[in-house]
């Protein structure tokens, strides 16, 4: 069984950036017209809030995975990286390379 986030990601409906660019551009008019209804501009502003939400949220998940991927890493090199995040020993000199 694929995890979960693979499974939202096959999910996904692909547009083209240049539809999303589209898109964006209608709605921002839509949103600056004087002439759009208070119903228009509101849907308008839910619909651009609601793609820079999961712009922010595929951001969130890109640096979550990016430092699973390197904790990894460190993990597989030997490199112990509770002493590189521990606060509490900060200006210690975890690695032991500091000049003496």
């Known amino acids: 069984m694929e995890p979960l ?11 083209k950036p240049e539809y999303r660019e589209a898109m964006v551009k209608r709605l921002v008019r839509i949103i600056a017209d004087p002439g759009s209804s208070t119903k228009e501009v509101t849907d308008a502003s839910r619909a651009l809030l609601a793609a820079e939400r999961q712009n922010q949220s595929d951001e969130t998940e890109i640096a979550d995975d990016f430092n699973a991927q390197l904790y990894r890493l460190a993990r597989d090199a030997g490199i112990d990286v509770r002493a590189i995040t521990d606060q509490s020993t900060a200006g210690e000199d975890p690695a032991g390379i500091a000049e003496s």
């Open 5 to 15: 986030n693979e499974l939202e990601k096959e999910q996904r409906w692909p547009i």
